[in-house]
């Protein structure tokens, strides 16, 4: 098992940014990538973005395309979501997870372990 840690979450005003860190402990070298989903109150989760730790190629959510940027520090064990022009919407809390399953980056089920939540509210 592991131990994933979030950072950077905050309250920002509309079309402002945010940088949120994960930091991995663990078993993270038998891993595919990392991901970050997001729950809104009264929502499922959803997915936001991943990235793959071999290759690095990445996957975003359709809602965060073109605004989020997710990367990584593989000698860290550590991944970031630069979110930028943030809207209302966007305002939830934000998990990160280790994908240590086989199967889509965008699907909760492939990731074996998560990170506490970190809240991100955008006032408009």
């Known amino acids: 098992q592991g131990q994933l840690v979030e950072s950077g979450g905050g309250l920002v005003q509309a079309g402002g940014s945010l940088r949120l860190s994960c930091a991995a402990s663990g078993r993270t070298f038998s891993t595919y990538g990392m991901g970050w989903f997001r729950q809104a109150p009264g929502k499922e989760r959803e997915f936001v973005a991943a990235i793959s730790w071999s290759t690095g190629s990445r996957f975003y959510g359709d809602s965060v395309k073109g605004r989020f940027t997710i990367s990584r520090d593989n000698a860290k064990s550590t991944v970031y979501l630069q979110m930028n022009s943030l809207k209302s919407d966007d305002t939830a809390i934000y998990y990160c997870?280790?994908?240590?399953?086989?199967?889509?980056?965008?699907?909760?089920?492939?990731?074996?372990?998560w990170g506490q939540g970190t809240q991100v509210t955008v006032s408009s």
């Open positions: 997870a280790v994908k240590g399953q086989s199967g889509s980056y965008s699907y909760m089920g492939s990731y074996d372990y």
